[in-house]
């Protein structure tokens, strides 16, 4: 792939395929800031994903042989009930394990679709069931909602797992960036609420602070696709008042005891703002007695992880994912 013009200032060690879907991005949101839109103007626009898969035309890169079965119902939650789709990998019998999945947009913007790659590619390559959940979103669902929502669909899944066909004993959650706080956050709500924990977390770049004094807000504040103005708008739009932001399950780099909490891989992208906080996460972990494996994927933004037919880094990472993930699934 060969990118239009240099790497940007933002971002002097890109990889260039990396570029080419940033640059791509770019040509269809015009140039328009999504923090300079309204959430319903933002959850319309553009997304990484569309960018994704206009460069795989461009290339006329063939989207990959579906190995999964979807189906998609709704699910009870406090105050209403919300949507999940449950990928199965094909021609599977028997009991399979299952991840639960949490889909980025900092809480306010994104869907089920915008993150379909990521939640196909874990199904295929662990052979889980997994099961994406449309938590509720801010500002007409402000914090702690999305929160309570995803550790409603953990329950639920426990809950089911005989009619879902899924083993109960063999649940890990796992999310990107607003969806890896959430996944990391049902760990915590669920030790704290003595609900069986799940095997692993898989913490895709996780929102881990609401401060942003960290190495990597200084040196990406002005990345592509998250900025730091980005996240100022996500955190507006999803808390209530900054005081929500202390709250360990926003800064979970605050949480006071990590202690007992089930096996974790952390990815993190280079490029992001969030890449410092999710690292000292991983690290605050680990001194905690959790089994961490950690990794930052160089050359690549925020929002890599689903881009396997265009980015090699991701490809890689979903590799590392998928086996960290089976070790805890078997």
């Known amino acids: 792939m060969h990118p239009a013009g240099p790497p940007p200032i933002w971002g002097p060690t890109i990889k260039p395929e990396m570029q080419t879907v940033i640059e791509k991005l770019d040509s269809l949101s015009k140039g328009v800031a999504l923090y300079t839109l309204t959430p319903q103007q933002a959850r319309l626009a553009p997304s990484a994903t569309d960018a994704a898969m206009a460069v795989m035309r461009d290339y006329n890169i063939p989207a990959p042989v579906p190995q999964v079965d979807t189906t998609g119902q709704r699910i009870p939650v406090s105050g209403g009930s919300i949507r999940v789709r449950l990928y199965r990998p094909k021609n599977a019998t028997g009991t399979l394990p299952a991840i639960v999945y949490y889909h980025g947009g900092g809480w306010v913007i994104a869907n089920l679709n915008t993150y379909d ?4 590619a874990l199904a295929e390559q662990t052979g889980a069931v997994v099961v994406s959940v449309a938590y509720r979103q801010g500002p007409e669902f402000k914090f702690p909602t999305a929160h309570n929502d995803s550790f409603a669909a953990y329950r639920w899944v426990r809950d089911n797992a005989t009619t879902l066909n899924v083993n109960a004993q063999r649940i890990a959650v796992a999310g990107e960036s607003a969806g890896g ?3 990391a956050a049902v760990c915590l709500m669920a030790r704290d609420a003595s609900v069986p924990l799940p095997v692993h977390q898989l913490l895709v770049y996780p929102i881990a602070r609401y401060d942003m004094n960290t190495p990597s807000y200084a040196l990406y504040a002005d990345a592509k696709p998250l900025s730091k103005p980005l996240m100022q708008w996500f955190f507006r739009y999803y808390l209530n008042a900054a005081a929500d932001g202390t709250s360990p399950l926003i800064s979970l780099v605050n949480a006071p005891n990590l202690v007992g909490l089930p096996p974790a891989t952390v990815i993190n992208a280079e490029i992001d703002p969030l890449q410092s906080e ?9 001194a905690a007695g959790v089994a961490v494996t950690a990794k930052v994927y160089e050359g690549v933004t925020h929002e890599f992880f689903g881009m396997a037919t265009v980015v090699p880094e991701a490809k890689a990472a979903q590799a590392l994912a998928a086996t960290e993930l089976k070790k805890s699934l078997q």
């Open 117 to 120: 790659p990521s939640a196909r």
């Open 181 to 183: 706080n959430l996944a």
């Open 278 to 286: 999710g690292q000292e996460y991983a690290s605050k972990l680990k």
